[in-house]
């Protein structure tokens, strides 16, 4: 079972950077993304990379601003958020799915293709 530990969420102010981390045992055959879900909306995926590190998918609500890589090394994920607004202010999910090795395949338009979960971090923006 693989389990995701999410960390890097707080209180930013907007125009603000935070960096997430998504860290597990043996990720390096594992798609990866990122979903977050406000109060009151559905959750939304924000940014995924395959397990080869080529393959991303970047939301229009944060491209430009948010960005995903991956450390194989160290089994980390990571989401890069610079120029964080109001609207960023939600819960952000880590999740995975088991892929070929050097897979370019990940997604973000469905949470229900990731059956590995984190408990997730929050992200507050406000002055």
């Known amino acids: 079972q693989l389990q995701l530990v999410e960390s890097g969420g707080g209180l930013v102010q907007p125009g603000g950077s935070l960096r997430l981390s998504c860290a597990a045992s043996a990720l390096q055959n594992h798609a990866i993304a990122w979903f977050r879900q406000a109060p009151g909306k559905e959750r939304e995926g924000v940014a995924c990379?395959?397990?080869?590190?080529?393959?991303?998918i970047t939301a229009d609500s944060v491209k430009g601003r948010f960005t995903i890589s991956r450390d194989h090394l160290k089994d980390t994920v990571y989401l890069q958020m610079n120029s964080l607004k109001a609207e960023d202010t939600a819960h952000y999910y880590c999740?995975?799915?088991?892929?070929?090795?050097?897979?370019?395949?990940?997604?973000?338009?469905?949470?229900?293709?990731?059956?590995?979960w984190g408990q997730g971090t929050q992200v507050n923006v406000s002055s």
């Open positions: 999740a995975a799915r088991t892929t070929a090795f050097r897979s370019q395949l990940c997604g973000i338009e469905s949470s229900r293709w990731y059956p590995y």
């Open positions: 990379i395959s397990s080869s590190g080529t393959g991303k």
